[in-house]
């Protein structure tokens, strides 16, 4: 199984800031990737598709990049409706695997 | 707009099985392969299984093989997830998913299983 490793598990922030969130897999998976965001009580919502496309309606400051074993979810300028936890999932082979999650805290 | 909705969930002892529906729209469902993911607060998501857009080929993750069965309606735009044998680390949010990529999700249906 491909294990995905997400980093920081949590993390503060304030309205403004830039943050990156990573992921890195255990095996490389071209760009078979997406990040999704969830709120509490809510289904997940996919972000970027591919590593790096934006899902259609997601703001732009959202961006994904990497490819192989080492991607990133970075937010440009963190806004109120951004604090949630964010996610990876690898869908290269199966079985799919997620990473451990980013829970982004309003500092 | 899509729309994915679960059911079927609920309290269930262990060994004792629940069958999930998921019933789709806003896409051509027939088109497309069909996911379900679990999630609890200590383990995360988890995908469960997957089956292509015709029905004919599934895949399973190795805690559920030969006890969880993915199936599907392409003329009802239906998913479904028979659950038999549970077991108490069976429990967990149940969410469907569409696409290879898991494009969109439901909000999820409470399985729980507990003597």
């Known amino acids: 199984d491909i294990q995905m490793t997400q980093s920081p598990s949590s993390l503060s922030a304030s309205v403004g800031d830039r943050v990156t969130i990573t992921c890195r897999a255990s095996h490389g998976i071209r760009n078979d990737l997406g990040w999704f965001q969830q709120k509490p009580g809510k289904a997940p919502k996919r972000l970027i598709y591919l590593a790096s496309t934006l899902q259609s309606g997601v703001p732009s400051r959202f961006s994904g990049g990497g490819s192989g074993t080492e991607f990133t979810l970075t937010i440009s300028s963190l806004q109120p409706e951004d604090f949630a936890t964010y996610f990876c999932?690898?869908?290269?082979?199966?079985?799919?695997?997620f990473g451990q999650g980013t829970k982004l805290e309003i500092k | 707009e899509v729309h994915l909705l679960e059911s079927g969930g609920g309290l269930v002892r262990p060994g004792g099985s629940l069958r999930l529906s998921c019933v789709a729209s806003g896409f051509t469902f027939s088109t497309y392969a069909m996911n379900w993911v679990r999630q609890t607060p200590g383990e995360g998501l988890a995908w469960v299984s997957d089956?292509?857009?015709?029905?004919?080929?599934?895949n399973y993750a190795d805690s559920v093989k030969g006890r969880f069965t993915i199936s599907r309606d392409n003329s009802k735009n239906a998913l479904y997830l028979q659950m038999d044998n549970l077991r108490a680390e069976d429990t967990a949010m149940y969410y469907c998913?569409?696409?290879?990529?898991?494009?969109?999700w439901g909000q999820g249906t409470l399985v729980t299983v507990s003597s």
């Open positions: 999932l690898q869908h290269n082979s199966h079985p799919y695997t």
């Open positions: 998913a569409n696409g290879d990529w898991l494009d969109y």
């Open positions: 089956i292509n857009s015709w029905g004919d080929y599934t």
